[in-house]
């Protein structure tokens, strides 16, 4: 600790401002003294009327006091106000330092896709890809069924690192600065990137367990998110792609792939296992947009199966579907006008011309295109042409 020439202890402001931001006595506690937890509270083994609470507050009840972790400082452990600064501010940028060695760490390392948690219910995914998006209650559940397609859970600040034994996720820093002032990281084994298959070598990294980033949500200090995942599997069933975006209907949206998603496995809708026809679209949003269209209509095309290629001009999961599904012949190219006035070009138009040159010697090839913007748009405009007296979410759902 610095210390003045007449030998007293003294802190910076800096050092002042460190120390503000570690002001939690749970947190404090609980790297330096062993504790009891009773319910929704912790008590000092060696002083059972001392209490911590979940927000960082403690009370000696056999003596009438509480405070945060200076006032713990002071009178618990006997220091003067400039000794208890200085010991939350090293402590604050001990932290910091580590932060930042992991941050360093991690930006050198490749991408590694790991799906989102899983939330607890279904109930906003339902809402949105049915009252939002205008999807039949039918088609979510079998997509839902077939693994296609869940609603995930995000924290502000963190990110998720894998998964426990018990398949439950784990949140370590993301590059948000949006960050709680106090929290605590321990090391836990990461044994899995998707909550089912093993890894074959188990990793031991510093972060969060789920029901700490809910405890951290409850105190108020970061926010919960719910998106919506469509999913991708490689030819063994494994999720290898994951597309998000966020369920609002008001606001800017959110949507954006998994990093470390693969392009090859993107999302699907089976046809026919005979179809000799696949549909090409832009988004899964797109695809099973298409797939009601066509069911609405009694369109052959609902027989085919839909392929979404996660933008308008990658085709990297066309040709790896094509290679695995040799019998394919007539390729139909649905993509969007992006004429909605939102798009600096029709990027979907130009894409359509570039795939049908890239194709058209090995294959037949066809365009079907939106009558509007894209072929959610028109999905939307039927169901305000046809609507139906109910289209609630069933209990099932929920």
Not at 55 to 80: C, P, V
Not at 280 to 307: G, Q, T, W
Request: charged share 25%; net charge neutral; hydrophobic share 30%.
């Amino acid at each position: 600790m610095p210390v003045s020439k007449d030998g007293k202890v003294y802190f910076t402001n800096e050092q002042k401002e460190l120390a503000m931001q570690r002001t939690n006595a749970l947190e404090y506690a609980k790297g330096r003294y062993e504790l009891v937890r009773r319910g929704n509270e912790y008590h000092l083994k060696e002083h059972d009327s001392m209490v911590f609470t979940m927000d960082g507050r403690w009370f000696w009840n056999s003596r009438g006091l509480h405070g945060d972790a200076l006032d713990f400082i002071q009178h618990y452990e006997g220091k003067s106000y400039a000794e208890a600064v200085v010991t939350l501010a090293e402590e604050a940028g001990s932290r910091q330092d580590q932060e930042k060695a992991y941050r360093a760490k991690e930006a050198d390392t490749p991408s590694v896709f790991i799906l989102p948690e899983r939330s607890e219910d279904y109930r906003m995914l339902f809402a949105y890809l049915i009252k939002t998006r205008g999807v039949d209650r039918e088609i979510v559940s079998d997509m839902i069924k077939d693994g296609r397609l869940m609603q995930v859970k995000r924290y502000s600040g963190f990110k998720i690192c894998g998964y426990d034994e018990q398949g439950k996720g784990l949140y370590v820093l993301s590059d948000s600065d949006h960050v709680p002032s106090s929290f605590s990281m321990h090391p836990r084994e990461v044994v899995s990137y998707d909550g089912v298959n093993k890894l074959q070598e188990k990793k031991t990294v510093r972060c969060l367990t789920a029901g700490e980033a809910e405890q951290l949500v409850s105190q108020g200090k970061i926010r919960k998110y719910h998106n919506v995942a469509m999913l991708g599997c490689d030819p063994e069933g494994i999720v290898k792609y994951c597309s998000l975006r966020s369920m609002n209907t008001q606001g800017k949206s959110f949507k954006i792939d998994v990093p470390g998603s693969s392009k090859r496995c993107p999302f699907f809708l089976p046809g026919s296992p005979d179809s000799t026809t696949v549909v090409v679209v832009e988004s899964p949003i797109e695809a099973m947009s298409y797939r009601n269209l066509c069911l609405l209509s009694h369109s052959k095309h609902a027989d085919f199966p839909v392929l979404s290629q996660g933008g308008a001009g990658v085709s990297l999961g066309l040709d790896a579907y094509l290679e695995r599904n040799p019998q394919i012949s007539h390729l139909v190219f649905a993509l969007n006008r992006d004429n909605d006035g939102k798009h600096k070009q029709a990027a979907g138009e130009l894409a359509t011309e570039r795939l049908m040159q890239k194709y058209k010697d090995h294959y037949q090839v066809s365009v079907h295109q939106p009558a509007l913007n894209d072929w959610n748009d028109v999905l939307c405009r039927w169901r305000e042409l046809h609507p139906v007296q109910e289209r609630n979410i069933s209990n099932q759902e929920r």
